[in-house]
């Protein structure tokens, strides 16, 4: 492996080690052209600011990095969409998300987690099994799946597909080898393809035969402003499976570790079960699954005494806001019983993320449940975790674990 490589990969190892730097320059632009905001305060007022948004207006364009400026497979999505499509698009998935919706899936979720912690633990030898693929994944994957109607045969091969997808479109690495790139472009267009075949079938059978689930009611919406077309339709049921599962899994993978890493907080968790809810939004802050967003500016905007021009995009470093010791005290460190400070970690703004209370919900449930049920669990790789040479996505690619109840 050479020089660069090695830095890169122990830069994904452990991000949170440059983000001081990132914090004391405030705004800074790399050599393509993109902003860095990495203090708390700065990433919020951006997120929340309407001068910035997703897309550059018509004659700024030329301001954005190459890789943006390229045709993007999901650009009628609301992850990358401004209003007033994004409203009225937004409009129609808010009451699937409403939280009386999400909290009556409690005992659903709980009955899940219940099932895949007996299948992990029993008859197994030594009682080892792989955290993400076994236990972290199917959970989110099976309730954003059922949310959406998809059958339970086709849930495996849906999640690959959606995996596949996120691995490039997320976004690479700078410096990442070109032939490599072009590799996983190209597997990440066949995935969409893939993906996009399988919705149009899918699309047809809610058409013949109605049932209740997200996929059919947005099928069947009409506003003032009309229904989706098919491709609104088709981009944003692909954007709700993969935000809908991606990143919680690295949510719960992420926990794993850091109380692994912190066993007096552990410790503290396991004997206080009401420290649950706060230590989830500790577990966000500490090392968030989603580590930027990107918003490209729709006027030109001063920051710090610098000028971000029309059409330019900052990326909004949440892993660098979310320790941030002007907010967080002690803001390295993780505390499960910290007074309750919200992170960035679900952005903000008009794109906030629309899952993130049945993301917090799943997760608590299943940590609280492996936990409790699985006294004597162990990771038993943490030494040498690897993590996706991904700046935007984060959680440990394997997490062994060995336990019995």
Not at 16 to 39: C, E, H, I, P, T
Not at 218 to 238: F, M, P, T, Y
Not at 269 to 291: H, I, Y
Request: proline fraction near 5%; charge should be neutral; charged fraction near 25%.
């Amino acid at each position: 492996m050479d020089e660069q490589a090695e830095l890169m990969k122990r830069h994904f190892q452990n991000p949170y080690a440059s983000y001081s730097m990132v914090r004391g320059q405030r705004l800074f632009k790399d050599a393509r052209g993109m902003w860095y905001v990495g203090n708390f305060q700065d990433v919020d007022a951006i997120l929340k600011d309407k001068r910035f948004g997703k897309k550059a207006l018509p004659g700024t364009e030329h301001r954005l990095p190459d890789i943006r400026r390229e045709a993007q497979a999901d650009e009628l999505a609301i992850l990358n969409i401004d209003p007033p499509d994004h409203t009225r698009i937004r409009g129609l998935l808010t009451k699937a998300f409403s939280a009386p919706r999400i909290e009556a899936m409690r005992p659903t979720i709980r009955a899940l987690v219940d099932s895949l912690v007996d299948g992990l633990t029993a008859g197994r030898s030594a009682g080892a099994f792989e955290v993400m693929r076994e236990f972290a994944f199917p959970i989110p994957a099976t309730i954003i799946s059922d949310m959406l109607g998809i059958p339970e045969s086709d849930r495996d091969k849906f999640a690959k597909l959606s995996s596949a997808i996120i691995e490039f479109g997320s976004g690479v690495a700078p410096g990442q080898d070109e032939a490599a790139i072009r590799a996983r472009s190209a597997r990440a267009k066949e995935a969409v393809t893939a993906f996009d075949g399988y919705l149009g079938g899918l699309f047809e059978t809610k058409r013949r035969a109605l049932s209740d689930d997200l996929t059919t009611a947005l099928i069947r919406a009409e506003d003032e402003q009309g229904k989706l077309s098919e491709q609104e339709l088709r981009q944003n049921v692909r954007l709700l499976f993969m935000a809908g599962h991606e990143t919680t899994v690295n949510l719960i993978g992420n926990a794993l570790v850091a109380l692994y890493n912190h066993p007096a907080e552990l410790a503290k968790l396991k004997a206080d079960s009401t420290l649950w809810p706060q230590a989830v939004e500790e577990f966000l802050r500490f090392d968030s699954s989603v580590q930027q967003l990107p918003r490209v500016a729709q006027a030109d905007v001063e920051i710090g005494g610098q000028t971000i021009l029309a059409g330019e995009m900052v990326v909004c470093v949440l892993g660098s806001a979310n320790r941030d010791p002007g907010v967080y005290e002690h803001a390295e460190a993780l505390d499960v019983a910290r007074p309750f400070v919200r992170s960035k970690s679900f952005g903000g703004g008009a794109h906030f993320c629309l899952g993130a209370q049945l993301a917090r919900i799943e997760t608590e449930i299943a940590l609280e449940a492996l936990l409790r049920r699985v006294p004597n669990l162990e990771l038993t790789n943490l030494a040498e975790l690897e993590y996706p040479l991904n700046p935007f996505f984060r959680g440990p690619v394997r997490l062994l674990a060995r336990g019995r109840r």
